[in-house]
């Protein structure tokens, strides 16, 4: 069909006239309906996204129910701004207007493809509270059980995150341990059969742990609501 | 070229039902595999983008049809591929709209409905000869047999690999879901066997129609 | 190896999720061009340089459509590009190589509505890779779809002397004998996951 058109004569003024006149009437059409879709979309869209956070958000710090946004940058944890870059903190807090946790996203290749969580943090137990499991591609029945097996989730109620005295790092690190070994708080039983995707959960909360919760313990202040 | 008034054929019930068996997208001319392949793990996301195949098949072949006389040959493609590109934009923000799990599940294969190649042979065989009227009812119909196609592959997967249908389960906790069926290499087989299927039916028909004329000669 | 390094994403996108056996992208031509090796070939070699030629642009134009915010006319941007991309092969093959292009014939121009190319852009730009994540994307991508289609080719060109079911040729054993090469590429899984 290309090749056809190209092998025909030379191209009048009147044809590219036309040519011109069609794609530019179509552009201008097909240019107005996109733009009139999105904006009559936006909003409801920008809501289902504030609700869908906002679950998740609510289910990882447990009894929280408002939030703000922060970054993590350079500089500490700021509020969030349209221009600050950074990693994402979210504060939620209580009914007493306290604050309850803070979540934050973290992720580490699994067994198919990466895994991306979201997971609570009290800074008061200086313990995790909670995961949620965003995005994965694991085995169904065996591999995502990360996300679906209550006994597996039942890790996360009160998993050991200390600062250690330095501030650069936790106390004890998150380590994977057998189905049934768990003896300490700071470890996860993992889930026999789904070794690697259990690793990956394991590896993906002490890399963030190790690197984020020594900044979140000292920037407290900036988070809690002026009293 | 636009068909003339005299080439025009007239809306039937055929020009409907076309679309569903003799020349069904997937399972007679093949077009349109990729989707029909991957979100058809669930008989849910099969519908929802059986749906919105639909109707930018239909739109786009709409709006090629009325505007038929007015393109020129040479730039009739990137034509249609402006408006296919346009209303599938639509789509996708209308779905976020609706559900963003729906949104989720089917992930980039919403905005790959543009390159399915039903649509874009549509607007090129039929749609740029044919009235407004007919280029409808045919899209209907073709996007009805593609939906169809896309439900025979979900509910089949769904219910071997999940246990359930469009999310309710069917056979209760101790039943071991034929995993393999939800994954990439059952889409695979399971399409093959409703090729499989629809190849015997037609080899019956043809040997059928072949005995039938030797009788007829015979006599 | 980092989920965020060049090698995991190149290795992740040929073998690990291959784009025809695992994402299902670039089943039309996988079962068009499939027949003969020497096509496949041409045709894969093909597919990886309008994926990287693509990905390349669709960086750039999703830089430029986030600069203006106009980030809703994405998708007609991708296609066009793709489209352009896809013009330029053609006429370079046709110059320098007549007797490939008239080999590949029809399927030349239809890597436009090709899938795969596509995909590359959409989910290098949903998975916000940079731009040296982006090229090993898409050459992983084109590395792994010709590879799929290779051993496709090699595969039915034996078939070809052997006796199969009336019933089940063409379409129908193309696609079993893919569910096969599928489910034995999901063996890899886990190549390049950290043990630690």
Not at chain 1, 95 to 101: A, E, F, I, S, V
Not at chain 2, 150 to 160: A, I, M, N, Q, T
Not at chain 3, 14 to 27: H, Q, R, T, Y
Request: with cysteine; aromatic share 8%; proline share 4%.
């Amino acid at each position: 069909m290309i090749q056809e058109a190209a092998a025909q004569s030379p191209v009048s003024p009147a044809l590219t006239r036309s040519m011109l006149r069609t794609l530019g009437l179509v552009a201008t059409l097909s240019g107005l309906l996109v733009v009139l879709s999105y904006r009559i979309t936006l909003p409801i869209i920008e809501e289902n996204k504030r609700l869908a956070i906002e679950r998740a958000l609510f289910k990882v710090i447990p009894g929280a129910i408002s939030r703000q946004d922060f970054v993590i940058t350079d500089r500490g944890i700021e509020p969030t701004q349209s221009d600050l870059q950074g990693t994402a903190l979210y504060a939620g807090y209580g009914q007493d207007g306290r604050l309850k946790g803070v979540a934050l996203e973290a992720a580490a290749a699994g067994y198919q493809d990466v895994i991306r969580i979201l997971y609570g943090y009290d800074p008061y137990c200086q313990c995790i509270r909670g995961i949620e499991v965003l995005k994965m591609a694991e085995t169904p029945g065996i591999g995502d059980k990360i996300a679906k097996d209550p006994v597996f989730q039942e890790n996360f109620t009160a998993l050991e995150a200390r600062a250690n005295a330095t501030g650069d790092g936790l106390e004890r690190a998150i380590v994977l341990v057998k189905q049934g070994e768990k003896s300490e708080p700071w470890q996860i039983d993992a889930i026999s059969g789904a070794t690697i995707s259990s690793k990956a959960i394991a590896r993906m909360l002490n890399d963030s742990a190790q690197r984020y919760v020594p900044l979140i313990q000292n920037n407290l202040a900036v988070m809690e609501p002026a009293s | 070229m636009p068909g003339r008034p005299e080439q025009y054929e007239p809306v039937t019930l055929d020009t409907f039902l076309r679309g569903l068996w003799e020349e069904n997208p997937v399972f007679v001319m093949l077009l349109g595999m990729c989707p029909v392949l991957a979100v058809t793990n669930s008989a849910i996301n099969a519908l929802a983008m059986g749906l919105a195949s639909t109707f930018v098949l239909v739109a786009s072949n709409s709006l090629v049809s009325l505007l038929r006389h007015y393109i020129p040959k040479q730039v009739r493609i990137a034509t249609y591929i402006i408006i296919i590109a346009t209303f599938v934009t639509m789509v996708d923000y209308a779905i976020q709209a609706i559900s963003l799990d729906l949104y989720n599940a089917l992930g980039a294969f919403i905005q790959l409905i543009v390159v399915n190649c039903m649509i874009l042979g549509r607007a090129e065989a039929y749609a740029s000869k044919q009235p407004l009227g007919a280029t409808v009812v045919n899209g209907l119909g073709i996007g009805a047999g593609f939906t169809l196609a896309l439900l025979s592959l979900g509910v089949v997967r769904e219910v071997l690999g999940s246990g359930s249908l469009f999310g309710v389960s069917l056979f209760g906790e101790n039943f071991q879901p034929w995993v393999v069926m939800i994954l990439p290499p059952g889409g695979f087989f399971v399409l093959g066997t409703w090729l499989l299927i629809f190849a015997a039916f037609r080899l019956r028909k043809q040997r059928r129609t072949e005995l039938g004329e030797v009788a007829q000669h015979e006599r | 190896m980092n989920a965020d390094s060049v090698t995991f994403i190149f290795l992740n996108a040929a073998i690990v999720n291959n784009f025809v056996l695992a994402m299902f992208l670039g089943i039309c031509p996988f079962l068009g061009v499939s027949a003969k090796r020497d096509t496949a070939l041409s045709m894969g070699l093909a597919v990886i340089f309008v994926m990287l030629v693509s990905s390349i642009c669709a960086y750039g134009i999703n830089w430029l459509l986030k600069l203006f915010e106009i980030e809703y006319l994405r998708l007609i941007c991708y296609i066009a590009v793709i489209a352009s991309a896809v013009q330029l092969v053609e006429m370079t093959m046709k110059k320098f190589s007549p007797a490939l292009f008239r080999a590949l014939g029809i399927f030349l121009p239809l890597i436009t509505t090709n899938c795969a190319i596509l995909g590359v852009a959409l989910f290098q730009t949903s998975r916000e890779y940079n731009f040296l994540q982006s090229i090993a994307f898409s050459l992983g991508a084109g590395v792994g779809f010709t590879i799929a289609l290779m051993l496709m080719a090699g595969l039915r060109q034996h078939l070809e002397l052997a006796k199969v079911p009336n019933v089940s040729q063409g379409a129908a054993l193309t696609l079993m004998l893919a569910g096969l090469l599928s489910l034995a590429f999901m063996g890899f899984a886990g190549l390049g996951a950290q043990h630690g």
